[in-house]
């Protein structure tokens, strides 16, 4: 069973495709400057990490109105 669930990652945000695209890029984040928002996290990858941190309410998302 995955931890944290899709159904309580669905909560935060609007869609999967969203979940996808800011996990992604919070991950390439944690990578590069190899920082992270939560001291003691139970997956050792960077995507589990940055779901993690979704979860936990740490990583919030704006949707960009284009005109």
Do not use: C, W
């Not at 069973?1 to 800011?22: A, E, F, H, Q, R």
């Not at 390439?28 to 001291?39: H, T």
Request: hydrophobic share 35%; no cysteine; charged share 35%.
């Amino acid at each position: 069973m995955l931890d944290p669930s899709i159904d309580s990652l669905m909560n935060k945000l609007d869609s999967k495709y969203t979940l996808v695209t800011v996990s992604a890029r919070r991950a390439r984040e944690m990578q590069i400057k190899k920082d992270q928002m939560i001291e003691h996290t139970i997956s050792h990858k960077y995507v589990g990490k940055a779901l993690e941190e979704i979860d936990a309410g740490l990583l919030s998302f704006e949707k960009e109105d284009r005109e």
